[in-house]
């Protein structure tokens, strides 16, 4: 999950990098940067992550 705050505070930034938050981006932000986010962690993913259940 990618938190999109419009907050400039430190606190707020960190609180929402909380789990299960993956990352947390400060508006404004170009649609352009954050879809490229967006697909950073798809494919990280669907490269690296694994559930329980997934085989080997």
Known sequence: ???LTSSPSEEDLARS???PAN????KPVEPEAFIELG???????LTFVRFP???S
């Open 53 to 55: 259940g997934d085989a």
């Open 1 to 3: 999950m990618i938190v």
């Open 23 to 26: 990352a947390s981006v400060q």
């Open 39 to 45: 697909r950073s962690f798809e494919d990280c993913s």
């Open 17 to 19: 990098s909380d789990p």
